[in-house]
């Protein structure tokens, strides 16, 4: 069974930066894409950034310049690195993973519990 669980997140100064953590265990890692997704209070999930199996990154327009997303095989983790955060990009962050695939919005099977980022103004 896939485990993940997410670090980092904690309260940041707007324009201040965070770098989150996702730890993947149960599995081959290499055998799966993974995401990062956010939900804020009364709002819905919404998707950040996303990786291939082979490595390869896509990061969602509202974040872009901002977010970046990156891998490491060795230590079977992704990281979320977050720069010039806003006062609007409270909530809980969540990694993500579903079997094989590319870079993918949806369709994920498993997932974090989350960690909160707050940011105060």
């Known amino acids: 069974q896939v485990h993940l669980v997410e670090s980092g997140g904690g309260l940041v100064q707007a324009g201040g930066s965070l770098r989150l953590s996702c730890a993947f265990s149960?599995?081959?890692?290499?055998?799966?894409?993974m995401a990062w997704f956010r939900q804020a209070p009364g709002k819905e999930r919404e998707f950040l950034a996303a990786?291939?199996?082979?490595?390869?990154?896509f990061v969602e327009e509202a974040v872009k310049g901002r977010f970046t997303m990156s891998g490491d095989n060795a230590n079977n983790a992704v990281s979320l690195h977050m720069n010039n955060l806003k006062v609007g990009g409270a909530a809980i962050y969540s990694c993500?993973?579903?079997?094989?695939?590319?870079?993918?919005?949806?369709?994920?099977?498993?997932w974090g519990q989350g960690t909160q980022v707050a940011v105060s103004s």
């Open positions: 149960g599995d081959t890692f290499s055998d799966y894409a």
């Open positions: 990786m291939s199996r082979s490595g390869d990154t």
């Open positions: 993500t993973a579903r079997h094989g695939g590319g870079i993918a919005t949806m369709g994920y099977h498993y």
